[in-house]
Nanobody
Framework: QQQLVESGGGSVQAGGSLRLSCKAA???????????MAWYRQAPGKQRELVAS???????NYVDSVKGRFAISRDNARKTVYLQMDNLQYEDTGRYYC????????WGQGTQVTVSS
């Protein structure tokens, strides 16, 4: 069983929405709850970048390019982190991954988001 399982990606037109989910399957709840979790993305030919993060206290941070369009949230009982993505743009295309902010878990397979203009 992988440590991180991402889902929810797909192909949408610009202006569309998607909701990504990431389950930290092998984290125990007492570890997950205080851990800052994050979503990352990797566009073709580019390095993986941090998109959004959420602390155990639910303080959120976003890269400037997604502010006002993306919303990160978490459900501690389900050990799951979500990324609601609205008004998607072509530049949001990429493979999306979750991990801790320290990136200390084994990376999952990610979920592909493709936005057509």
């Amino acid at each position: 069983q992988q440590q991180l399982v991402e889902s929810g990606g797909g192909s949408v037109q610009a202006g569309g929405s998607l909701r990504l989910s990431c389950k930290a399957a092998r984290m125990i709840t007492s570890t997950f709850n205080p851990t800052t979790m994050a979503w990352y993305r990797q566009a073709p030919g580019k390095q993986r970048e941090l998109v959004a993060s959420i602390t155990g206290a639910r303080t959120t941070n976003y890269v400037d390019s997604v502010k006002g369009r993306f919303a990160i949230s978490r459900d501690n009982a389900r050990k799951t982190v979500y990324l609601q993505m609205d008004n998607l743009q072509y530049e949001d295309t990429g493979r999306y991954y979750c991990n801790t902010i320290a990136q200390d878990l084994q990376w999952g397979q990610g979920t592909q988001v493709t936005v057509s203009s």
